[in-house]
């Protein structure tokens, strides 16, 4: 089954940026607080990454091409808690 994410060899979606130079790891402090909150939850066993990685890519496809990268992990961890009854 293809998902929005795998866009490989498909057309309209432009050029993949390439990042050159000493671009920061995150644009935004919350970026990085998403970072570390998905960290955590993995590392306690909320989640794990086979979870966390099927939950981005099940994202519907608006959400997910509207969305940054960090944007995405957002969505994707409120998704996680919220069916596993944690919020």
Request: hydrophobic residues 45%.
């Amino acid at each position: 089954m293809s998902r929005v994410h795998d866009m490989g060899g498909q057309l309209g979606f432009g050029p993949v940026p390439v990042v050159v130079g000493d671009e920061p790891p995150f644009h935004a402090d919350w970026e990085a607080r998403v970072f570390a909150v998905s960290a955590v939850l993995l590392r306690v066993g909320v989640f794990t990454m086979d979870e966390f990685r099927d939950a981005i890519e099940s994202l519907p496809p608006e959400t997910y091409l509207r969305s940054s990268y960090y944007e995405r992990w957002l969505h994707a961890m409120e998704g996680l808690l919220e069916a596993k009854g944690l919020v």
